[in-house]
């Protein structure tokens, strides 16, 4: 299958293969590929190619959008009243938001490495092997109990640590984490939001956390999580008159 939006990451030596497509998701579609080890540092990869326009699924963005400043005049007015320009740059936005997001929480916070963005598609290393996709959160089965406390000890610690970096993923769930020998790893950033920016930001988060806890409590964990929702957020509000040798991340 040769793609044209593939086009870009063949010619820049990125990819050699395609090798299966993974998901068909409401907005875009994921793909396996080998890759060349020396331009991408990885056996296998992940591309995640966002429908055309006029497929996508487009939630309401005004609450994402709270608090980005768009400069340009004749863009903004396209955004308001969703002309075909400003669908497209909603688009282009979108993929955008995800890129940068995934650059900021690399190394740090348990997501995919991004290697490469065009408008419209992301590289970025796989996870899972080359016969499975790692499951995601919602189909996998623990062993026991103490299994699934390690899983959202482990998300707990995710989220705290994205919210040190600016980041409020807005769409966590169990269908957007993927488990691999023991680790969680997010995905799935197009609408996360800076919750220094975005003034619903502490409701998503508060939706995030109890979502989450909606799919641990179904399973047997069961933890106060709109408190914890709310440590977090009041711990990363006044975080800057902690100095942060006593801040003490939650362990
Ligand atoms: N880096 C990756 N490695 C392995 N599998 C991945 C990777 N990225 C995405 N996937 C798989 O592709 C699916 C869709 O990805 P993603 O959630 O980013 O797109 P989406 O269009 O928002 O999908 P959905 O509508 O299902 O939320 C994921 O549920 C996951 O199974
Ligand atoms: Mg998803």
Request: proline share 4%; hydrophobic share 35%.
């Amino acid at each position: 299958m040769r793609h044209e939006a593939f086009e870009h990451f063949f010619d820049e030596g990125l990819v050699e293969a395609h090798l299966k497509p993974l998901k068909h998701g409401k907005e875009a579609s994921v793909h396996l590929f080998r890759a060349d080890p020396r331009t991408t540092g990885e056996e296998l990869v992940a591309l995640k190619l966002y429908h055309p326009l006029d497929r996508r699924d487009f939630r309401d963005e005004t609450l994402y959008r709270d608090g980005e400043f768009i400069k340009e005049r004749r863009m903004r007015v396209a955004l308001e009243h969703k002309t075909r320009y400003g669908r497209e740059l909603q688009g282009s936005l979108w993929v955008g938001r995800e890129w940068e997001t995934l650059k900021k929480l690399d190394g740090g916070v348990g997501v995919p490495r991004p290697i490469e963005a065009t408008q419209d598609a992301i590289l970025m290393s796989y996870i899972g092997d080359e016969d499975v996709p790692a499951p995601r959160l919602h189909e996998y089965r623990h062993d026991d109990l103490d299994e699934l406390a390690s899983l959202w000890e482990q998300l707990h610690r995710a989220i705290e640590r994205m919210l040190y970096r600016d980041v409020v993923h807005g769409d966590l769930s169990s269908y957007n984490i993927l488990v691999w020998d023991g680790a969680v790893t997010l995905i799935d950033f197009p609408q996360a939001v800076d919750p220094k920016k975005n003034r619903h930001a502490q409701s998503f988060l508060e939706r995030d956390v109890c979502r989450l806890g909606e799919h641990f409590e179904r399973r047997g964990l069961h933890r106060p999580w709109q408190r914890i929702a709310h440590d977090l957020w009041t711990a990363w509000l006044f975080a800057d008159l902690v100095p942060e040798e006593l801040r003490g991340l939650t362990t």
